[in-house]
C-alpha cells in the first residue's frame, strides 16, 4: 500500500510556462485534494473531488485545472506559471466524506517559478 | 466560506498539558471537525476528529461545545517531539469544501 504518492518531489518553471503535478492514490478513496502551502503559511484548497468525473474549486483556484478520470488519479494542471505560485503542493485523499475527515497526505511537490 | 481562527504560537514545557482553540463559524452543521499535525517538509498528519461534545484517543482530546463555533484540542503531556504546527479542518457549509485553518505553531522547551 503506497498510500498517497506525488510526482516530482522539486520542479523549477519560468514564467509561462506549463505543467502537470501528478497524484496517485491506493485506497480506493472517493475524495481528493489539492493544497497549496506558501512558505510559513497554512493550507489553502485549490481544487477537489468528491468522485471519478466530478470536480469543484476550492479557496485559490484561479490558474489550475484539474480533472479526475479515474478513482485513483487526481492531476493538478498549471496553466502558465506565474512567481505567485511558487509554493509546496500537497495532495489528498481520504475516504467518503460521510464517514471520516481523516486525510492522507502525500510528501508534498515543492515548485518554484522564476 | 468558513472561517477559523487559532492562535499563532503556543509555548510549553516538557510535561505539560496544551489546549489549542480553533473558533469556526459557517461550518457544516453535521460535518466532523478535525486536527492535524504537520512537521516541516512533511504533509500535515491526523490526530482526531469528533462531531460533540468529547473524544478522546490514543495521544489527545477534543472538547466541541454544543454550539460546534469553537473546538479544543489537548495535548497531555507534551514532549519536544511534540514541536510542530497544529491546525483544526472544518466543513464548509452548503458545500463539500474541507478548509484548515490558520493554524498554531507549539514550541516545546525542555
Known amino acids: 500500500n503506497a498510500g498517497v504518492t506525488q510526482t516530482p518531489k522539486f520542479q523549477v518553471l519560468k514564467t509561462g510556462q506549463s505543467m502537470t503535478l501528478q497524484c496517485a492514490q491506493d485506497m480506493n478513496h472517493e475524495y481528493m485534494s489539492w493544497y497549496r502551502q506558501d512558505p510559513g503559511m497554512g493550507l489553502r484548497l485549490i481544487h477537489y473531488?468528491?468522485?471519478?468525473?466530478?470536480?469543484d474549486q476550492g479557496e485559490v483556484p484561479n490558474g489550475y485545472n484539474v480533472s479526475r478520470s479515474t478513482t485513483e488519479d487526481f492531476p493538478l494542471r498549471l496553466l502558465s506559471a506565474a512567481p505567485s505560485q511558487t509554493s509546496v503542493y500537497f495532495c489528498?485523499?481520504?475516504?467518503?466524506?460521510?464517514?471520516?475527515?481523516?486525510?492522507?497526505f502525500g510528501p508534498g511537490t515543492r515548485l518554484t517559478v522564476t | 466560506l468558513a472561517k477559523t481562527t487559532q492562535p499563532i504560537s503556543m509555548d510549553s514545557y516538557e510535561g505539560q498539558e496544551v489546549n489549542i482553540t480553533c473558533s469556526h463559524n459557517?461550518?457544516?452543521?453535521?460535518?466532523?471537525i478535525t486536527w492535524y499535525q504537520q512537521f516541516p517538509s512533511q504533509g500535515p498528519r491526523f490526530i482526531i476528529q469528533?462531531?460533540?461534545t468529547k473524544v478522546t484517543n490514543e495521544v489527545a482530546s477534543l472538547f466541541i461545545p454544543a454550539d460546534r463555533k469553537s473546538s479544543t484540542l489537548s495535548l497531555p503531556r507534551v514532549s519536544l517531539s511534540d514541536t510542530a504546527v497544529y491546525y483544526c479542518l472544518v466543513g464548509d457549509s452548503g458545500t463539500d469544501k474541507l478548509i484548515f485553518g490558520t493554524g498554531t505553531r507549539l514550541q516545546v522547551f525542555p
Open positions: 489528498a485523499s481520504s475516504p467518503a466524506q460521510v464517514d471520516s475527515y481523516e486525510q492522507y
Open positions: 469528533g462531531y460533540k
Open positions: 473531488s468528491v468522485g471519478a468525473g466530478i470536480t
Open positions: 459557517n461550518i457544516a452543521t453535521n460535518d466532523y
